[in-house]
């Protein structure tokens, strides 16, 4: 069993080789291979799961055998393996059941996309396994390049701009996050995670240093939160997964956005200290916003005429319940977070890829006007848009509802009564305007005005099985959550 | 406070470029201009991180005259990290680039909020 410890970062170096090799492949063998690639390495991925909670400990493989506080780390826990296992099979998925639209692609381009779809998978796994903050900026910048070209692939105009958008705020929150990285180098003298943690629990004595690691800890997050698209800054999402191919809407909202974050809890975690963290101000302003995110992205969801942006407005607002949970901190706070990352990255997947299928009956147009009876017309991709609204609106045995009533207890259990008042008070407002933009798109895709002919598209296989998988994950979340709680609560316990 | 910027000139330089650099990037309308605006701001993070890096009156961590002394030298870390952060920065402006000459073939024009006034009425929209 001790070469499962070889794992994660074979799995990293095999996806960086994978990417070069998928551009030297032809279209349809380098789709066959990425397929045959990610299955692969979810297996991989679920030996490293099997092995870290087997022994109940996380292990750290030591590259070139140059021990820390020098040369450069990977470490897995039962976190980051359950995490990357599950970002995996997302990925699949949305890869097979977006390969009809990929055909629309121009020809000479789908290996292209393959590769970079490989190298993305580098930079996610990379992400979430590094014990090195700069190896952590390395793959955040390649991911970064890898988004913007699986989101250009698709040649118009507005895709483009949307590019060019997502982009620019990208390498705004790329240079705070790498600023953020350089003052905490500077004061620690460390790029390792765990001599990062030593070091910094004695500068936080000294009132000095005390107030330098705040500042580059707000920079560092400042950075992550524009990239994950955090209230405020959330402007970039609609245009990004409204433009983008249905795989690159649903990879770039479920994952990317996901794995930023991830990162950032993990910074939280093993360099600063949840103890640490928790003395910060910092704490509260992510509080703040996250909920500010939950309702306004909500608000803005409504507001949407069109379906993609509505789903999209929705991503910003999930992505406040995230940050909400890190701002509350505690036992449940943190959990309410990562659960929240795995039950969004499998729902907001199943979403972006069922958008397109309504579409395709209705004109090619995601205008909510034109949408009218396209469940009917499409009763699969229907029913997987009313699921995936159920989940999101939090009703129980789905995901969502899980999800919110941890972000509940949470509240409940947090030590600040004004923190709990708030939080409750946006979860209601929240749920409740979910509740209006889905449900009135369900009503809405599900009414037959008898203006078009019904002409139900047959259900292909590689449309419906990814579909069912992400469903039944979707189900598992919400009826066994009590085990992903436990899984997050080991992970967590070992993360550190 | 004065005394302790001209003490860390280097750095309050570093950090004055990072701003420049940042506000370029999120104000200028210009997409060339936002473009340089991002080098300035990498430029700014990596001279931060050679002003700290680099020790008065120590040497380039090769061993030279069979002095072996660490004490002598200085870290090599903060060197390694900025000529990387030079790649990245390469590859990203090259990116950047590419989709701007994309945009302007389209568009032909560099100012943002142009693009996105035409683009709003395009017939591609759905």
């Known amino acids: 069993m001790e070469a499962v410890k070889n794992i994660p970062l074979f799995a990293i170096v095999l996806s960086l080789f994978s990417g070069v090799l998928c551009t030297m492949l032809k279209n349809k063998a380098a789709r066959i291979y990425t397929v045959l690639f990610e299955c692969a390495l979810i297996a991989g991925m679920a030996l490293v799961l099997i092995y870290t909670l087997q022994t109940g400990t996380s292990f750290t493989y030591v590259m070139g055998e140059f021990p820390a506080p020098w040369g450069n780390e990977i470490r897995a826990g039962a976190l980051e393996a359950g995490m990357a296992l599950l970002f995996l099979i ?338 209601a407002l929240s749920s409740v305007l979910n509740a209006l933009y889905f449900l009135r798109t369900v009503i809405r895709i599900f009414r037959d005005d008898g203006s078009r002919k019904i002409c139900p598209i047959g259900g292909r296989w590689d449309y419906l099985m990814p579909m069912l998988v992400l469903i039944v994950i979707n189900l598992l979340l919400g009826l066994a959550s009590g085990v992903f709680v436990g899984w997050i609560e080991t992970g967590l316990s070992m993360f550190a | 406070m004065i005394e302790t910027l001209m003490a860390n000139y280097e750095e309050a330089a570093a950090i004055i470029l990072f701003g420049i650099g940042f506000t370029m990037l999120l104000f200028q309308r210009n997409l060339m201009k936002k473009l340089i605006g991002m080098n300035i701001m990498d430029t700014g993070v990596f001279l931060f991180l050679a002003s700290m890096g680099y020790i008065k009156g120590r040497k380039a961590p090769i061993i030279a005259n069979g002095v072996t002394d660490p004490a002598r030298y200085i870290n090599p870390v903060p060197a390694g990290l900025v000529l990387t952060g030079i790649v990245v920065s390469v590859s990203v402006t090259a990116v950047m680039l590419a989709l701007t000459v994309r945009l302007y073939h389209r568009y032909h024009t560099l100012d943002l909020d142009d693009i996105y006034i035409i683009s709003k009425h395009q017939t591609e929209d759905r």
């Open chain 1, 90 to 427: 997302v990925m699949l998925m949305s890869v097979i059941a977006g390969m009809h639209y990929l055909d629309d692609m121009d020809a000479s381009r789908v290996h292209l996309y393959a590769a970079l779809l490989n190298l993305m998978t580098a930079a996610l796994l990379a992400e979430i396994f590094t014990n090195d903050i700069f190896t952590g900026y390395v793959f955040v910048e390649i991911m970064t390049l890898t988004s913007c070209g699986i989101l250009i692939v698709r040649e118009i105009g507005r895709t483009t701009l949307a590019a060019i958008r997502y982009m620019i705020m990208n390498l705004l929150g790329s240079g705070l996050f790498l600023l953020g990285v350089v003052l905490l180098y500077d004061v620690t003298g460390h790029l390792l995670m765990v001599p990062m943690h030593q070091e910094i629990i004695e500068l936080m004595k000294d009132p000095g240093s005390a107030l330098v690691l705040t500042m580059a800890t707000g920079i560092l997050t400042l950075g992550l939160a524009i990239k994950s698209g955090l209230f405020p800054f959330h402007y970039w999402m609609p245009d990004t997964y409204g433009w983008a191919t249905p795989t690159s809407a649903a990879i770039l909202s479920s994952l990317v956005s996901k794995c930023y974050i991830f990162l950032l809890i993990k910074i939280y975690w093993r360099v600063l200290g949840t103890d640490v963290f928790a003395a910060m101000p910092l704490k509260y302003i992510l509080f703040a916003l996250g909920l500010c995110g939950m309702v306004f992205g909500s608000v803005s969801a409504l507001r949407a005429t069109n379906i993609n942006r509505m789903v999209a407005f929705s991503s910003a607002a999930q992505i406040g319940y995230i940050y909400a949970g890190i701002g509350l901190g505690g036992r449940y706070g943190w959990i309410a977070a990562i659960f929240h990352i795995a039950v969004h990255a499998v729902t907001k997947s199943m979403l972006f890829l069922t958008t397109p299928r309504l579409a395709e009956v209705s004109d090619n147009s995601l205008l909510f006007k034109n949408l009218t009876g396209s469940a009917i017309r499409d009763r699969d991709a229907g029913a997987f848009f009313l699921m995936g609204s159920l989940s999101m609106i939090g009703i129980p045995i789905f995901a969502g509802f899980s999800s919110k009533l941890l972000f509940g207890i949470a509240a409940v259990s947090s030590a600040s009564e004004p923190m709990m008042l708030l939080l409750m008070l946006a979860l």
